[in-house]
């Protein structure tokens, strides 16, 4: 165990760097904290580049166990560093660097083909991409695909609100629409897309196969043209109230019950 107390440390200023989504794409790392997330890590044996924690975190019975079953380096840092490289604002004093997931279009053939996919078209919000993976990961859909242009999924606030569902499913990113459309054709997949138009059926009118994938589109300008019309069909949620849309992440959650109610 070595203690860092300089914020020109090499280590230190790599994680830093960890706050902007080119280095995580240049060092292929990430930042997670919080000694919940941490015990899930080891219960799922996820590879840990090296940890960062305080006396705080040392004298907590959960961390100090924690700390006990890595398999990494992991260094000591004041209250004041710890705080220049948290992006929480009541830090528990315990983060891991782990390497980015980089799961392929290709891998999803190696599980179960049967269930639900979700799109995700350009959303730009981290905390409604967070909240999306997280009701994802308690809907038991199969997989996420996230198209070119969508927010950085290892982004500080999209691990957060996720809170550890990123480990609980394959994510894919950067996946054109071309790419998409042949997953979907390859593998016989019937393909929705929320919309708000007079073509649009009633969520809970469309009888979901056990086999098909939703797209969500991006928060302001919804999904794109040319998927809309590729898809067999469009859905909204009705709504009895003067609201005039509802956030992506309550509709996605809504959708997605409404698949699992019919295909349980």
């Known amino acids: 165990m070595e203690l860092i107390t300089s914020l020109t440390n090499a280590k230190i200023k790599m994680t830093l760097s960890l706050q902007q989504k080119k280095y995580r794409d240049k060092y292929q790392l990430f930042i997670l904290e919080g000694i919940r997330n941490a015990e899930m890590v080891i219960a799922k044996n996820i590879s ?8 705080k975190a040392f004298t907590n ?3 100090k166990s924690i700390l006990e079953q890595l398999n990494c380096p992991y260094f000591e840092v004041p209250e004041h560093i710890y705080q220049k490289i948290s992006d929480t604002q009541s830090p528990q004093g315990l983060m891991l660097i782990l390497p980015i997931q980089n799961h392929k279009l290709d891998d999803l053939a190696t599980i179960n083909k049967s269930g639900l996919y979700l799109i995700l078209d350009r959303l730009q919000d981290p905390g409604n991409i967070g909240t999306i993976i997280r009701t994802a990961d308690a809907m038991g859909v199969k997989a996420i695909i996230c198209l070119n242009g969508t927010a950085d999924i290892y982004s500080p606030k999209v691990v957060r609100s996720a809170m550890g569902s990123l480990f609980n499913l394959p994510i894919i990113t ?12 390859n593998h016989n997949l019937t393909l929705y897309a929320t919309a708000l138009d007079n073509s649009a059926k009633a969520s809970w009118d469309i009888s979901y196969p056990q086999d098909c994938a939703i797209i969500l589109g991006n928060e302001a300008n919804g999904v794109s043209d040319n998927l809309l019309d590729k898809c067999n069909a469009k859905i909204y949620i009705p709504m009895k109230g003067d609201a005039e849309s509802l956030n992506v992440a309550n509709a996605g959650s809504m959708i997605m019950y409404e698949y699992c109610r019919q295909n349980i």
């Open 48 to 55: 840990v580049q090296m940890c960062f924690f305080t006396q």
């Open 61 to 63: 019975e959960r961390g």
């Open 174 to 185: 950067k996946i054109s629409e071309q790419d998409l459309l042949s997953f979907c054709q």
